[in-house]
Nanobody, 122 residues
Framework: QFVESGGGLVQPGGSLRLSCTVS????????IGWFRQAPGKEREGVSC????????RYASPVKGRFTMSMDNAKNTVYLQMNSLKPEDTATYYC?????????????????WGQGTQVTVSS
């Protein structure tokens, strides 16, 4: 299971860095993805990274503002979020997929963590 951290309350235009760590097991995967779910809305893909950490994909609403990276030595992936907007408010989750292509479809992922809350508000 993944353990997410780094969420919190931030003003519009601010930044946060989320972390996602694999703990307690060896994971067989090709992709790790970040997802988010706002109250009353479906879970949506935010970004994903391949196992080598050299290829990423971003959803249109976050492209140019969010950056995903990986530290294999620490079994951790990060999501640097800049220029945050109120519409970025959601619970953010990470998960893993065996898909070979950079999918952002939640149903293709498993090993979901508990999530970390991000609130963007003045």
């Amino acid at each position: 299971q993944f353990v997410e951290s780094g969420g919190g309350l931030v003003q519009p235009g601010g930044s946060l860095r989320l972390s996602c760590t694999v703990s307690g097991f060896t994971l067989d995967y090709n992709l790790i993805g970040w997802f988010r779910q706002a109250p009353g809305k479906e879970r949506e893909g935010v970004s994903c990274i391949n196992r080598r950490g050299n290829s990423t994909r971003y959803a249109s609403p976050v492209k140019g503002r969010f950056t995903m990276s990986m530290d294999n030595a620490k079994n951790t992936v990060y999501l640097q979020m800049n220029s945050l907007k109120p519409e970025d408010t959601a619970t953010y989750y990470c998960a893993a997929s065996r898909a070979l292509l950079g999918t952002l479809t939640p149903r293709t992922y498993g090993y979901w963590g508990q999530g970390t809350q991000v609130t963007v508000s003045s």
